[in-house]
Structure formats: structure tokens, C-alpha cells
């Protein structure tokens, strides 16, 4: 060989393996970790059924990957700056207007990937926004305004099960539902405040009611009581009045008796008889009287008193 045919042996064979290597690497398409990926091909413009999740995957020169999320996506209508979506405006089933911020988290289901491709393209995610919204109206309106305070939990988990099975046929599967806020329109709100008052107005009222019995029974108790009041102080009257008499009754009979004995005992004492104990009695007596004056061995004397 001559040195010319040699160099166009080492051109041909380093352009060979420059374009083994660049045959290789361009068959080579990979994915990242949280994504998942169907793959297109470009010379006949078809797509295959084949989920293929991250990493680095031999597909030939022609076919390239389309990526999607692999994980879970949250979907968020409120008004928080993040949020995509505005807070929905439902009505509920007694026709008020409440406003309520949600968010959900759903995620493609790999099997259906090709079919969500060959729907929706990859303007999927407007066709859940539209889903979701449209099957979170609907769950409202089967509650009225007040079970949005009641039982929020249920309607949560109706809310959830619905999202689910709308979502279900554009190939995703949700996972999880949250309650942001509820807000109520300013008419309900007023409604409610109406209510209340009215309320409060009626249990004024039957307050002022019974006010006015209780009112009515205390002057009835402290009449009676007054009325006992008086028939008590007439007993106690009649009753003191009784004991005092019986008590100077028996003081009275005492003296008497203590007298008696007394007298039992002069008698005793200085041998009287009947005469000389009246006698006696008589002078006693006299002796009794401050002023009395008794003179001795005047018998049957007229006495004259100057005054
Ligand atoms: C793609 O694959 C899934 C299961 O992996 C199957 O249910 C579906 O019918 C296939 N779609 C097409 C268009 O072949
Ligand atoms: C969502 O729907 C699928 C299919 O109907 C079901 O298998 C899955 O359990 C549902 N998930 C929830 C959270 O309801
Ligand atoms: C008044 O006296 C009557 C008879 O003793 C009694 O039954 C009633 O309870 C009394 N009333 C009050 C308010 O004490
Ligand atoms: C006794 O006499 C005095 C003065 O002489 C007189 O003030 C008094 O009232 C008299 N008492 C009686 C019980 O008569």
C-alpha cells in the first residue's frame, strides 16, 4: 500500500467510528428522575404505548422522548399569588352563593399516558382545571351553605371521590384534597346576620316574659310572706300575753301559799288562836301602811285627823 492509500484508510476508518459513535449517542434519550416519557418518532411522525419513567434509555436515532410529570402535581384555585386558578363561585343546593379556594394533587396514571398524549397533547393540564372545576360545582350544589360549616369534612371527602372518578377518564388519578377557605357571598352573609338577630330579638322577648313572671311571683311570695309576717306577730303576741298571765297567776299563788305557811307557823310558834292570829293579821297590816298610825288602849276613842 502506498502511503496515500494508507491515509485514506485511517480518513475512512476515523470517520467510521465518528459516526458509530455519533450513530450510538444519538439513539441514546434519557428522562429525569421524576418524569415519565412516551416516545415520538420523527420519520414516521407515531407515537408509541410505552410509559417510560427517568433515566437514560437506547431508543434508536429517529425517536426522541416527550416528558411529563412523574410525581404528584397540586392543582390550586385560590387567591394566594401562587395559585393558577381563581377561587370557584358555587351555588348550593338552598341557592346561596359561596366562594370556595380548594387545591387538590393528582397524578397521570402511566398506563394511560399515550392515550392522554394522543387526547389531549400536552394541554392536559387546562383540561383538568376545566374537569376539576366543573365536578367541584357539581359536588356543591348537592350541599346547602350551612353544611359548608357543618359537615366540611364529608363534603371533602365527596369532593375528593368525584375529582377522582371525572379525572379518571382523562387519565389521572387524584390523591389528595384540601379546603383552602370558604367564603360567603355578602347577601348570605347578611341573610344570616338577619337570622340571628331575628333570633336574638324572639329570645329578648321570652326573656322579657318570664322577667315579668318571676317579677309577678316575687311579689306574690313577699306579700304572703308579709301576711305570715303579721299572723306570726299576732301569735307570738297572744302567746307571750298567755304566758305572762299564767306566770304572775303562779307567782300570785305562791305568795299566798308561802303566806299560808307563814301564818301556819306564827300560830305554831306563839300558841295564837283564831282571835289573836286575826289580831295579829290587823296589825300587820296596819304596820304595812306608811301612814297609818295605831294607838294603843284608846278602845272605841273618836279621833279626830286635822288635814
Ligand atoms: C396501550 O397500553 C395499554 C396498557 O398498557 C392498553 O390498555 C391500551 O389499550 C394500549 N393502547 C393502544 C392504543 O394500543
Ligand atoms: C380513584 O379512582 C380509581 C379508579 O376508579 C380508584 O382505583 C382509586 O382508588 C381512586 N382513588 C381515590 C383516592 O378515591
Ligand atoms: C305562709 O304560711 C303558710 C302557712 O303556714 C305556709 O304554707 C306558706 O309557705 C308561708 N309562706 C311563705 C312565703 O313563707
Ligand atoms: C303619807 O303622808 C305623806 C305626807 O304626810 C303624803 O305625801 C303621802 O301621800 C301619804 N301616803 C299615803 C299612802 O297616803
Same mark, same amino acid.
Given at each position: 500500500m502506498s502511503e496515500g492509500q494508507v491515509k485514506c484508510l485511517g480518513t475512512v476508518a476515523v470517520a467510521v467510528v465518528v459516526c458509530v459513535g455519533a450513530y450510538i449517542y444519538g439513539s441514546y434519550a434519557s428522562l429525569e428522575p421524576r418524569e415519565i416519557g412516551i416516545l415520538y418518532n420523527s420519520i414516521d411522525k407515531t407515537v408509541e404505548n410505552t410509559t417510560y419513567t427517568g433515566g437514560a434509555h437506547f431508543v434508536g436515532p429517529f425517536s426522541s422522548f416527550i416528558n411529563f410529570p412523574g410525581g404528584y402535581e397540586t392543582v390550586e384555585f385560590s =387567591?394566594?399569588? &401562587? $395559585?393558577e386558578n381563581d377561587p370557584i363561585s358555587v351555588r348550593t343546593s338552598d341557592g346561596n352563593s359561596i366562594e370556595i379556594s380548594v387545591s387538590f394533587q393528582y397524578a397521570i396514571i402511566r398506563e394511560k399516558l399515550s392515550y392522554l398524549y394522543s387526547k389531549f %397533547?400536552? &394541554? +392536559?393540564l387546562s383540561v383538568f382545571v376545566d374537569m376539576a372545576r366543573d365536578s367541584l360545582l357539581k359536588t356543591a $350544589?348537592? +350541599? =346547602?351553605? %350551612?353544611e359548608f360549616w357543618g359537615i366540611r369534612e364529608k363534603i371533602s371527602i365527596e369532593m375528593l371521590k368525584n375529582l377522582n372518578s371525572s379525572l379518571y377518564e382523562a387519565s389521572a388519578s387524584v390523591v389528595n384534597f384540601q379546603f383552602l377557605k370558604v367564603d360567603i357571598s355578602s347577601d348570605y352573609e347578611k341573610k344570616i346576620v338577619e337570622t340571628q338577630v331575628e333570633k336574638q330579638l324572639s329570645n329578648t322577648e321570652v326573656y322579657k316574659n318570664e322577667a315579668a313572671l318571676i317579677r309577678q311571683s316575687i311579689e306574690i311570695l313577699s306579700s304572703e310572706c308579709n301576711q305570715n309576717i303579721t299572723s306570726i306577730n299576732a301569735e307570738a303576741e297572744a302567746e307571750s300575753y298567755y304566758i305572762v298571765q299564767v306566770a304572775e297567776g303562779a307567782a300570785k299563788k305562791r305568795m299566798i301559799d308561802v303566806e299560808a305557811e307563814i301564818y301556819k307557823l306564827t300560830i305554831q310558834e306563839l300558841q295564837f288562836k283564831t282571835k289573836e292570829m286575826n289580831e295579829y293579821i290587823f296589825l300587820r297590816s296596819i304596820e304595812n301602811q306608811p301612814n297609818a298610825t295605831y294607838v294603843v288602849g284608846m278602845t272605841d276613842a273618836v279621833i279626830q285627823i286635822k288635814t
Open positions: =387567591s394566594a399569588a &401562587n $395559585a %397533547n400536552k &394541554n +392536559y $350544589a348537592m +350541599y =346547602s351553605a %350551612n
